[in-house]
């Protein structure tokens, strides 16, 4: 009788890859002066802020992309095109862009990202805002899926609504919801 010899071979579970490290995240506000500014700046100038915001500076800190909303899902290629035109556009520099914002425990942000990544991105956003919340996370797992030190994100709350009101202006503020109505928030 013939002995027959089996080979299986040993299957050996491969370690999991390890997850992308979050790319690193300065937290910010507006300075008070910036949000007086804000307040005082004419009705045509406060159409250039609206939320949400991203601003994005390349390796040489300059303004590659201003976008008041991206198309979802769009972000990432959104941000890469911008990178690899390498064409500035109109808008702030990084440092004045960073000198109307203090850390949360209200230190100046200036000086806090220059130079640390090749693309600084300022993604402006309020706590109320439904759309910023959904762009700060897409813009956070984009971020999460690029070379370490590639990219820096500053998440810049500027609460348009707050800095009215502290002014003393009665501000109605509406939001809509799932189903397409507006819905009335606060007085």
């Not at 002995?3 to 937290?27: K, M, N, T």
């Not at 130079?115 to 700060?136: H, M, Q, S």
Request: aromatic fraction near 6%; include cysteine; charged fraction near 25%.
């Amino acid at each position: 009788m013939k002995s027959l010899s089996l080979s299986i071979p040993l299957l050996v579970a491969a370690a999991p890859a390890p997850a992308p490290a979050p790319a690193p995240v300065l937290e910010t506000r507006w300075t008070q002066a910036a949000a007086r500014a804000y307040v005082a700046s004419p009705d045509k100038a406060k159409g250039k802020r609206q939320l949400p915001e991203i601003r994005v500076y390349d390796a040489g800190n300059r303004l590659v992309l201003r976008s008041f909303g991206l198309e979802a899902g769009k972000v990432g290629a959104s941000i890469l095109q911008a990178i690899r035109r390498r064409t500035p556009v109109r808008g702030p520099s990084l440092a004045e862009t960073m000198a109307e914002l203090e850390t949360r425990d209200g230190r100046p942000a200036l000086g806090q990202a220059e130079g640390r990544a090749k693309v600084t991105i300022v993604d402006y956003w309020a706590e109320w805002c439904a759309p910023c919340k959904a762009l700060g996370a897409e813009l956070g797992a984009w971020a999460a899926r690029q070379p370490a030190g590639y990219v820096r994100i500053v998440r810049a709350e500027t609460d348009i609504i707050a800095a009215e009101r502290a002014a003393g202006r009665k501000v109605l503020h509406f939001v809509k919801g799932p189903d397409g109505k507006l819905t009335k928030v606060d007085d």
